[in-house]
């Protein structure tokens, strides 16, 4: 049983900072990647970043320069470095693993930023 427990969403004003959590039951590395998703309201869920366990990365070309994703295999953690937060920036934030062909997922944290 995977469960994935995101921490870390709060109010913000537009341009502040954010450091998302998504701590995992047991080891990370047993995963092919993990990563970021978000859902604003009446918007679908998109990709925010993912971070394979060798390391390599991908983000959504609107957090480009402005997000990072970075993991700690001791910790079994996942977190999302988020600066420069913009009003769009605004949704529920997903934390996501993927372990051969299944998917799991937390519940979320949400990510509010204010103009």
């Known amino acids: 049983q995977v469960q994935l427990v995101e921490s870390g969403g709060n109010l913000v004003q537009a341009g502040g900072s954010l450091k998302l959590s998504c701590a995992a039951s047991?080891?990370?590395?047993?995963?092919?990647?993990m990563g970021w998703y978000r859902q604003a309201p009446g918007k679908q869920r998109e990709l925010v970043a993912h971070i394979t366990m060798g390391g390599s990365t991908n983000y959504a070309d609107s957090v480009k320069g402005r997000f990072t994703i970075s993991k700690d295999n001791a910790k079994n953690t996942v977190y999302l470095q988020m600066n420069s937060l913009k009003p769009e920036d605004t949704a529920v934030y997903y934390c996501n693993a993927r372990l051969i062909a299944l998917d799991y997922w937390g519940k979320g944290t949400l990510v509010t930023v204010s103009s």
């Open positions: 047991g080891s990370i590395k047993r995963f092919n990647r």
